[in-house]
């Protein structure tokens, strides 16, 4: 028997949806951030105070249902793809993406922020392992801004045998006065962290689509 038979329904088809979006990702170009023929590194940002101090049980690709509950996360759906490249270009296979975010209230969870209101339906933290092709995919809710911050998304690489990268998200066309972590950044390293936002064809109405490839050293 497969492994993929040992995992049990609800996880095959989580792993069949994770294919699934993946296969019909389309992937812009990064050549506008090529230099002397490599790849300019995607920035890094801080980590925060926010990642998980405990990892949720379920810590799967979508952060906007948590298993064994039928409710599903506030907030407008948002299915993030892209690719994990080294500066050759090259796809980095068997990476772990790790993405983490505040819910629809600004609240982190697992993160010892207690809060309320809180959306106890949304996962909070999720980890994908890169395919041959250096793709990744999540779905989770459109970030919000909460005091001090600008709606964004924190994203860690880590490569097998590679320097990890830890960086955050940004919508373009967010208003992004008075964040402390953007007034600290170079406006190009901004505008390389930025990505825009578009109907998710084909999935549930009102959901959002992205597109990001993040490449490392």
Known sequence: MTDEANAGPLVSRRRNALRAIAAAAVFPAVAAFAQAGELVPTPSQPEGPFYPKTMPPDRD????????????????PLYLSGR???????AVADAQVELWQCDAHGRYHHAG??????DDNFQGYGVVTTDAYGRYAFKTIRPVPYSGRTPHLHVRVNPIGGEPLTTQLYIAGDNAAGDFVLASTPTAAR??????LSPAVGRETGALAGTFDLVIR
């Open 113 to 118: 922020d207690d809060g309320l209101p809180r």
């Open 61 to 76: 690709w979508d952060l906007t249902q948590i298993a064994g509950r039928t409710a599903r996360a506030s907030g407008t």
């Open 191 to 196: 505008a390389r962290l930025t990505m825009t």
């Open 84 to 90: 994990v490249l080294n500066r050759d270009a090259r």
